[in-house]
Every structure is written in C-alpha cells, then in structure tokens.
C-alpha cells in the first residue's frame, strides 16, 4: 500500500445509471479498486453457505440487504484487496445506500485515517433506466457488464474479457427492478444533500455514450484525484 492515506470515490445513481459499467473503466485509470457492494454478493451467492442463504432471501427481492452485514462484507473486501497492493483507494460502488450506512462509511473512513474524496452522482432518467435495465447481461465469471442493445458483446452469450456465460440477473424482473428504483429514490438520493453540503458531490450526465461518460467522469474526479495513470 501507499505511504500516505487512501483516497476514495463513492459512485452514486439509480439502477442503470452505468455505474458498474463506468466502475470497470475508471477504476484502473485512477489505481482504485472497485469495490461494488452487488457483485460481493453475487460472489457469495456462487457458492452455498448459510451467509450465502441468508443474502438471498434479500436479494432477489430488490430488498437491501441488512445494514451491518453489507457494511461488514464491504470492509472485510477492502481490507483483504488493499493489502499488498499500490492502490490509491477504493471506487465503491453500491455503498451506502441509506442514512444509516452513510454514518458508517464516514465512521470506518474516519477511524482508518483515510479520506472521502468525491461523490460521483451519474443520474439518468427512469424510463431510460427501466430500458437499460430489462436488457442488462453480466458475465457469470467476471460480473462484466453487456446490453443486448446498447452495449452488445461480440460473441453473443459470451464475455468479450474471458469467455464466460452471459446471464440475465436473478433481480432484473420488472418487479425487483421497481422496487430497487422506490428504495434509491426514498432512500439513496436523499444521501447527496449530505455531501452536498460537504463540497463533495460532482453531477455527471449519464444519459450520453458510454466514452463520454467515463470522460465526464475522469475530468471529474481528476482535480481531487490527480491525473490518470492509464
Ligand atoms: P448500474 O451499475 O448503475 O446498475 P450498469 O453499469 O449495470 O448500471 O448498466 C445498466 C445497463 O445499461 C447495462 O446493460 C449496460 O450495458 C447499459 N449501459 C450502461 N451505460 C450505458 C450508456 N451510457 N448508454 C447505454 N447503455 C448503457
Ligand atoms: P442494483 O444497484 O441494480 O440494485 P447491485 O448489484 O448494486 O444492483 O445490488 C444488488 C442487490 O444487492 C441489491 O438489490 C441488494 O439486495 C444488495 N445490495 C447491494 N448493495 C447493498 C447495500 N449497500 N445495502 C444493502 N443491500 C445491498
């Protein structure tokens, strides 16, 4: 790890946004992990265990998973990634969702010494979301995301990074996919008047092409970041 203090980005929009898809992108620019609160679950659900059971109870629902749990499966990823490694922070993605786990992140960051260095809020329109949405594909090995539509894969079925499985999530029914939207708009947005009011938020347009969003983003996050590495 870095002598000084870990930096991290805290990515911020409704379901659809692009924030998995922009996280896969930015992260390596900047030397951050991405850590996506979803994918550490669906990594857990491939395997059988009682946490494993538990997790998806929530899950397919479109409920959020209990607050200290996640909170608990997000740190111990931190933790285990960071060691030994040259990053210069995390890209968390999916955390926190609610006012309870927004305490908890400045709590953990404060007592790690660590630092938050930007809310990115990527906000698209829900009729686009739910179009993005119910074609969404992610590859069953590296969690990789595709649109049959919009952002298709060579092969079809097939990820273009490692040849994995495309699959349609267990939570992407037009039910869960409704419900997921209700809690980020109670619960999840209101979060941004908090770092409003720290100077933290940065708003970037996610209704545009993939490569102009990453852009908008990485001219975003570059003057609290430094310049990228890639
Ligand atoms: P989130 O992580 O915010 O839920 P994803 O990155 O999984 O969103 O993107 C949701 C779906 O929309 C995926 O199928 C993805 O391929 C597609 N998508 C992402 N960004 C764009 C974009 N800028 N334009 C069109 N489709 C997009
Ligand atoms: P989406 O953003 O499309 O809901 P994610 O992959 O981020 O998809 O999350 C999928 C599911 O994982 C959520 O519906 C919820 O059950 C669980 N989850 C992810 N992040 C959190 C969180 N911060 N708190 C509680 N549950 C979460």
Same mark, same amino acid.
């Given at each position: 790890?870095?002598? %000084?203090?870990m930096r991290h980005v805290?990515?911020?929009?409704? /379901?659809?946004?692009?924030? #998995?898809?922009?996280?896969?992108?930015?992260?390596? =620019?900047?030397?951050l992990l991405?850590?996506?609160?979803?994918?550490?679950?669906?990594?857990? =659900?491939?395997?059988?265990?009682?946490?494993?059971?538990?997790?998806?109870?929530?899950?397919?629902?479109?409920?959020?998973?209990?607050?200290?749990?996640?909170?608990?499966?997000?740190?111990?990823?931190?933790?285990?990634?960071?060691?030994?490694?040259?990053v210069r922070g995390a890209?968390?993605?999916?955390?926190?969702?609610?006012?309870?786990?927004?305490?908890?992140?400045?709590?953990?960051?404060?007592?790690?010494?660590e630092?938050?260095a930007?809310?990115?809020?990527?906000?698209?329109?829900?009729?686009?979301?739910?179009?993005?949405?119910? #074609?969404?594909?992610?590859?069953?090995?590296?969690?990789? %995301?595709?649109?049959? $539509?919009?952002?298709?894969? /060579?092969?079809?079925?097939?990820?273009?990074?490692?040849?994995?499985?495309?699959?349609?999530?267990?939570?992407? %029914?037009?039910?869960?996919?409704?419900?997921?939207?209700?809690?980020?708009?109670?619960?999840?947005?209101?979060?941004?008047?908090?770092?409003?009011?720290?100077?933290?938020?940065?708003?970037?347009?996610?209704?545009?092409?993939?490569?102009?969003?990453?852009?908008?983003?990485?001219?975003?996050? $570059?003057?609290?970041?430094?310049?990228?590495?890639?």
């Open positions: 790890m870095r002598g %000084t203090s805290v990515f911020i929009g409704p /379901q659809g946004a692009g924030k #998995g898809t922009q996280a896969a992108r930015v992260a390596p =620019m900047f030397d991405h850590l996506a609160t979803g994918d550490l679950f669906r990594a857990l =659900m491939a395997g059988e265990s009682d946490l494993a059971a538990e997790v998806r109870t929530y899950y397919d629902r479109g409920d959020l998973v209990p607050d200290e749990l996640t909170a608990r499966v997000l740190f111990a990823a931190l933790d285990e990634r960071a060691a030994g490694s040259d890209l968390i993605d999916g955390f926190p969702r609610n006012a309870a786990q927004a305490r908890v992140l400045d709590e953990q960051i404060s007592a790690r010494g630092v938050l930007a809310v990115v809020h990527i906000d698209v329109a829900r009729d686009v979301l739910m179009r993005r949405l119910t #074609g969404r594909l992610v590859c069953r090995a590296c969690g990789a %995301t595709y649109h049959r $539509e919009f952002n298709p894969p /060579q092969v079809s079925g097939v990820c273009d990074l490692d040849g994995g499985e495309l699959y349609v999530r267990s939570d992407d %029914t037009e039910e869960a996919v409704a419900r997921r939207l209700d809690i980020y708009f109670s619960e999840t947005e209101p979060l941004l008047e908090r770092w409003r009011a720290r100077g933290l938020v940065r708003d970037v347009d996610g209704d545009q092409p993939i490569d102009a969003v990453t852009a908008a983003i990485a001219a975003a996050i $570059e003057p609290v970041l430094g310049p990228a590495g890639r």
